[in-house]
């Protein structure tokens, strides 16, 4: 579905073998519930990926992407728990990116995504109008694909080091642009990214990705929406 807000956080993570079944647990009941319960999030959904690189991919719907800059939200991220500060030191190759969104299309959720983090030339109006004549509107019209969302990476000086990035370790990699692709059907998305996401595709849309890593598919394990908060 068209997403809920006007910004997005999205982030990929692996994680340390040994700590999975921890982060698995944190992550629904504590991370995710603890997120959402900010002013400003509105939805979080955390992905599977069975093949892709990293391994989890998680994003926020936020009311703006300026909500991940805001105090109530640092001081989450600068206050981690004794749980949290346990598990995020394992996190292994992670991206995070604050988004707004350039463009979102569809109705309803589905639980597979195929994701790109993808780089242009273009000036911002010629590429986001581009993707949105030759990728997002004809891919909506194939079989199975409910949403189509571009989203704009932004920076901020007030994205600054916090205590929970010091706990990662190393500095997280940031996506220029990330396009999502929600399907229903696992089989259907697939064919999509081979059949009309191909790389020669992207290059005649004016996008690049660097490598076959910034491309993932995921399927759905958990979401939770702010207004769902009072039934836990």
Known sequence: MALAGAGVLAIWNGIDPEAEADFLDWHVNEHIPERVAVPGFLKARRYKGHESWPRYFNFY???GWETLVSKSYLDRLNTPSPWTQRVVQH???TFRTMCSVAISAGQGDGPYVATYRLK????RTDFINGMRQHAIEPILQRPAIVGAHLLEGQKSPHDG??????????PDAIADWILLIESVDESELK????NFLSQDSFTQWGAQYDSLKDVGFYQLQYALANNQLSVR
Not at 161 to 170: D, I, S, V, Y
Not at 191 to 194: D, E, G, Q, T
């Open 61 to 63: 719907e936020v009311d």
């Open 120 to 123: 242009t030339t273009r000036n």
């Open 91 to 93: 996190f292994r190759d």
């Open 191 to 194: 064919k999509a990214m081979k």
């Open 161 to 170: 080091p916090t205590a929970e990035k010091a706990l990662r370790g190393q």
